[in-house]
């Protein structure tokens, strides 16, 4: 069913126009005509080429825009130099300039490499983002972020690069597996569970209402969860203050993310970090009655998703990894820990604290589920 297209506002800054809509591919060319351009390289995977690249590289072509299709390995484990290399090698040698324009096609993983390129190449040229998933729709494109991730962990190496614009297509999503869905709305629960308990409860009706994915209010679910993020960004414009709330959980789900090796979705890693960080909280005293639990229900209960850390990793191995988090800073490896909904712990009158070692491998050991 399509939904009209109307523009939203990312908040970051420099703020980008977001488009959403539903099946509304065929409105994307008047809105790339808008700025002149001498290339356009649509880069996308195989998989994604075959799915919806092709369809949106035909409807380029009819409107007179010559994109050019670029193909580039997905998975996790191509968010790497290499990948960015070969990329950025690839289009200047067909013959991209400063004043082309680079599309974005795909999930988190091809939305940062693009959007690294493009801040790499000639010292930054324009780029739009696609995002094909409900993570990186509802999540990673709110964001100018771009970032690839090192050989000892998750978006090491990166810089700010803000989109010309994001369109947001809930046709593509549609198509998502359910588990897949599944996992990205743990971000939605994420975004609640640091806005305040009237947001929680507000999520916890959206979660029961949509039990089946992808249904008939799947764009209005989409648009609820960009909502929430949207209000926690237009605090913290820059993201060099508040917004690292937007990190709760990541710390842990990095860590498990990495160690998992591919097995772990983000948003599965992240299910789990906030349960860890929900535990630790509880663990030094901090946490409100009942918040730990209330993170397992909506997460596990509502969403299907893990809230235990899986069997064969251990806690020493995770507490080594997050030690090369990319949020630590001279004062070493910090947390996000809530109080209450809404409401972090601190020291210092920021949002982060620190935690004796022993207490969080504590918490990881305990964490770690016995099968599976």
């Known amino acids: 069913m399509a939904r009209p297209l109307m523009a939203l506002a990312t908040h970051a800054s420099p703020s980008s126009p977001f488009y959403f809509g539903e099946d509304v591919q065929d409105e994307l060319p008047a809105y790339l005509s808008r700025e002149p351009f001498d290339r356009c390289f649509l880069i996308t995977s195989e998989p994604l080429w075959r799915l919806f690249g092709e369809g949106l590289w035909r409807t380029l072509r009819g409107a007179g825009i ?114 897949q869905i599944r996992a990205a709305l743990a971000e939605g629960v994420k975004n609640a569970l640091i806005s305040g308990e009237w947001e929680v409860a507000r999520c916890e009706q959206l979660l029961k209402r949509n039990a089946a994915l992808p249904g008939d209010d799947f764009a209005d679910l989409l648009l609820a969860v960009i909502e929430s993020k949207l209000a926690i960004l237009r605090q913290d414009p820059s993201e060099k203050g508040y917004c690292i709330v937007l990190e709760y959980g990541h710390t842990f789900g990095h860590a498990l993310e990495w160690l998992s090796q591919g097995q ?85 009158g920021g949002y982060t604290l620190a935690a004796d070692p022993d207490t969080v491998r504590r918490v990881l050991a305990r964490s770690i589920a016995t099968t599976g």
């Not at 730990?292 to 850390?309: D, P, V, W």
Request: proline share 3%; glycine share 12%; aromatic share 8%.
């Open 264 to 348: 772990l979705l983000h948003g599965e890693a992240v299910a789990i970090g906030m349960c860890l960080a929900a535990e630790l909280s509880r663990e030094l005293g901090l946490a409100r009655r009942g918040l730990a639990e209330k993170h397992r229900y909506l997460l596990g209960e509502l969403l299907g998703l893990r809230t235990e850390i899986p069997a064969g990793l251990t806690a020493e191995a995770l507490y080594r990894t997050m030690l090369f988090d990319n949020k630590r800073t001279r004062e070493g490896l910090r947390f996000l820990l809530l109080e209450d909904y809404g409401r972090f712990a601190s020291c210092d």
């Open 66 to 179: 010559a994109a050019e299709a670029v193909l580039i390995p997905e998975g996790e484990a191509q968010k790497s130099w290499g990948t960015l290399r070969d990329l950025c090698e690839e289009i200047v040698t067909r013959g991209a300039s400063r004043d082309s324009l680079l599309l974005a096609l795909g999930g988190g993983m091809i939305g940062n490499v693009v959007g690294l390129a493009a801040g790499l190449l000639y010292r930054g040229v324009r780029h739009v983002e696609i995002p094909t998933t409900v993570m990186a729709q509802t999540d990673g494109t709110l964001s100018n972020k771009q970032a690839i991730n090192g050989a000892r962990g998750k978006n090491q190496f990166g810089l700010y690069h803000a989109p010309l614009f994001v369109w947001v297509d809930c046709a593509y999503s549609r198509r998502e597996p359910v588990w």
